[in-house]
């Protein structure tokens, strides 16, 4: 899992506040085929509703991904920690997500932040799964945070396959924090096939 790639040409788009919202999350509430996400914190994400007259109400992120789920989105996300405690309240109400429609996964050395929808666009940077991490807070409430937005095929690739090789624990066999961690992703992988 250790790399460097050659240096060569690829189009980025470079994000900051806001900008993660608009680019990133509003990418994610459009997926069609597959989202897949990694961060180290993972906390409940207020996202923006349907308009009602000329007001947005906001809305759990949890209940979009419910209604992607329904839809056939698959949706993974990879995480250092435990949800907070928002975050687990909100997952409990959304029936679709509850019976497998959005697959979680815990490893304490997950640290990447990445975004990836549709297997096609990539988010690297340094924002979490959360309101002040990708620019849902106000302006004086958010995160200082900086990431890169690319459609590049090489780039995915590379991405993907790491998200992959996590997801499936291939690491944890090595890993020196396997008899400490409480759910090793290579046992969720055996147990659910």
């Not at 997926?31 to 409940?44: H, M, Y």
């Not at 997952?91 to 019976?99: I, P, T």
């Amino acid at each position: 899992m250790d790399f460097v790639l050659p240096l060569r040409g690829a189009s980025l788009e470079l994000v900051s506040g806001r900008g993660h919202y608009e680019r990133v999350i509003e990418a994610v509430l459009e997926a069609e085929r597959s989202v897949w996400i990694a961060t180290a914190n993972l906390k409940e994400l207020m996202v923006e509703g349907p308009a009602v007259g000329r007001r947005r109400p906001y809305r759990s992120v949890l209940e979009a991904f419910a209604e992607l789920s329904e839809r056939g989105v698959e949706l993974r996300i990879l995480h250092a920690g435990f949800p907070s405690r928002a975050f687990r309240k909100h997952f409990d109400r959304q029936r679709a997500l509850v019976r497998g429609g959005l697959e979680l996964r815990m490893c304490p050395r997950v640290h990447l932040k990445t975004v990836i929808v549709d297997g096609r666009l990539l988010y690297l940077g340094s924002a979490n799964w959360t309101g002040a991490g990708l620019g849902a807070k106000g302006t004086h409430r958010r995160n200082f945070e900086l990431g890169m937005v690319s459609e590049d095929e090489r780039m995915l690739d590379e991405v993907q396959g790491l998200y992959e090789e996590l997801w499936r624990g291939r690491p944890c066999a090595d890993c020196k924090l396997h008899d400490e961690c409480e759910a090793p992703l290579n046992a969720a992988r055996v147990a659910s096939g």
